[in-house]
């Protein structure tokens, strides 16, 4: 099977790659506020069905309707003769619909920064998963990014990793869900890199958020959605739009740029979670509790933002 290449367009891999980070850095915030009114499946149900809506009205609009004829008779295609495209795109779907469940469900027991904190075992999941399956390649400057990245990272959750020792069992078993959803979101993030090599990300996306809206149906309950507070509802309409703008730049940017690279980048996304966190607390002190970041962690932070830009922009010749 022939092996996914990327345009080299990397300035663009680059700059859709920091929109789906700003757009992961902020979720996490709007999602913790919005679960003390909404339940997980439900969340995570019509967040899979606005973005399957508004990608298929986007597809409508944007192409002509033969043209929309052509692309779906060839994904019903593969899925009539199970070709390796389906199972690609039932494993990708699987994958995302698995990191959505248990990241909220780890979200609702811990906080969104030490969500952040275990969540980022995805992107470096994804960076080791692509080097091996897609042979792609980091210089000695980018192994020195991997370096610093790791080193940064340690420092800034030196006290959230004691705190996450010696806390009670249910944060434990909260950011244990966490690491499953970042190994389930670099299962998906592998096969939709793949997939791009027959499909366009668009309608890979179309096809993943379709099932995974089916998946999430029995679970959901519609009803609740009427008793949401003004914010509750606008936080919900935020996330579904979060979603499918961030997870488009997101397979946009794998179109583009290294899987490697992109991981990277996205690294920086607790930077941003942590941010947000500390802006709502100062604004609105009882809607969510500061995050508490010592000097140590201080300093980790600039590690991490050097150590990403190391890896990302160490080779020039992409």
């Given amino acids: 099977m022939l092996l996914h290449q990327s345009s080299g367009r990397w300035q663009l891999g680059l700059t859709l790659a920091l929109a789906a980070t700003a757009l992961w850095g902020v979720l996490p915030v709007a999602e913790v506020v919005i679960l003390q009114e909404l339940d997980v499946y439900t969340l995570i149900w019509f967040r899979f069905l606005m973005s399957f809506g508004l990608l298929a009205l986007y597809l409508r609009i944007r192409q002509p309707f033969a043209t929309q004829a052509v692309d779906f008779k060839a994904i019903c295609g593969a899925i009539l003769t199970r070709s390796p495209q389906l199972w690609l795109l039932i494993i990708a779907a699987l994958g995302l619909a698995g990191d959505y469940l248990f ?47 790791v080193c940064g ?47 366009p990300s668009t309608h890979i996306m179309l096809g993943i958020y379709g099932i995974c809206t089916l998946l999430f149906t029995p679970f959901a309950d519609p009803q609740r959605l009427l008793m949401l507070s003004p914010l509750g509802i606008a936080l919900l309409i935020f996330c579904g739009f979060n979603t499918i703008f961030a997870y488009g730049a997101f397979s946009e940017s794998l179109e583009h740029w290294d899987a490697s690279k992109v991981s990277a980048v996205i690294a920086l996304t607790p930077i941003i979670t942590l941010g947000m966190s500390w802006a709502i607390a100062e604004v609105v002190p009882n809607l969510l509790p500061p995050e508490r970041i010592t000097l140590l962690g201080l300093c980790g932070i600039v590690f991490v933002i050097v150590g990403s830009v190391l890896v990302a922009l160490g080779k020039h010749n992409d």
């Fill in 103 to 149: 990241y909220l469900l780890g979200l609702a027991r811990t906080s969104p920064g030490n969500t952040e904190v275990l969540i980022q075992l995805s992107p470096l999941l994804l960076g080791l998963g692509a080097i091996a399956l897609f042979q792609e390649r980091y210089t000695r400057y980018q192994w020195m990014g991997v370096g610093v990245l």
């Fill in 153 to 199: 990272f340690t420092l800034f959750f030196k006290e959230q990793l004691r705190t996450l020792i010696t806390s009670s069992p249910d944060y434990l078993i909260g950011s244990g869900w966490i690491v499953v959803a970042a190994i389930a979101w670099a299962i998906y993030a592998l096969a939709q890199k793949q997939l791009l090599h027959s499909l």
